[in-house]
T-cell receptor, first 114, second 113 residues
């Protein structure tokens, strides 16, 4: 049972344009969501997060949007840069001690075309 | 501030053998989680340790076991290795707070022949 889904295995975007990565979840108990970026031969690197009390969180070029009714979140990268080429994982968890495990999607490989 | 480190980087074992993977948590973090990432998949939660006790376990058989030490470093042990255990094993450390961010090490690539 895939509780966190990233339906696009890959995405190519021109440098300078907006990259939009999507993620859907099925478990309504999830209330904290994170995006990680992963380069080959490295562990995932935390990028940005959002709790369910918000619908938007920004950090520089990165913005995450959360639509709780649709159980959908998206990551926007503007403007896209060649260094953004990586695999992006969406992850979800539940608040509270003992519920800190992360449930990951299968990832989207983003390629920025110079 | 030292990040999460893991050893070894790569490991090759044969079916039926046992393996121990090691992780040092980031300074100030008291919780360690282990994940298995198979090729083309997202990381799958194995278990988590807090103050030397297991605090939650994913859908993995008992031959996957772990330890956490007083300095918060951790080990993952896998007995009776199977071919499907070939994967990248990731360790992540965090503080025990709601809305936590987990910080990952570079992983150990295990190949079972």
């Amino acid at each position: 049972d895939q509780q966190v889904k990233q339906n696009s295995p890959s995405l190519s975007v021109q440098e300078g344009r907006i990259s939009i990565l999507n993620c859907d979840y099925t478990n309504s108990m999830f209330d904290y969501f994170l995006w990680y970026k992963k380069y080959p031969a490295e562990g995932p690197t935390f990028l940005i997060s959002i709790s369910s009390i918000k619908d938007k969180n920004e950090d520089g070029r990165f913005t995450v949007f959360l639509n709780k009714s649709a159980k959908h979140l998206s990551l926007h990268i503007v403007p896209s840069q060649p260094g953004d080429s990586a695999v992006y994982f969406c992850a979800a968890s539940r608040e509270g001690f003992g519920n800190e495990k992360l449930t990951f999607g299968t990832g989207t490989r983003l390629t920025i075309i110079p | 501030e030292t990040g999460v480190t893991q050893s070894p980087t790569h490991l090759i074992k044969t079916r039926g053998q046992q393996v121990t993977l090691r992780c040092s948590s980031q300074s100030g973090h008291n919780t360690v989680s282990w994940y298995q990432q198979a090729l083309g998949q997202g990381p799958q939660f194995i278990f988590q340790y807090y103050r030397e006790e297991e605090n939650g376990r994913g859908n993995f058989p008992p031959r996957f076991s772990g330890l956490q030490f007083p300095n918060y470093s951790s080990e993952l042990n896998v007995n009776a290795l199977e071919l499907d255990d070939s994967a990248l094993y990731l360790c992540a450390s965090s503080t025990r707070l709601p809305y936590n961010e987990q910080f990952f090490g570079p992983g150990t690539r295990l190949t079972v022949l």
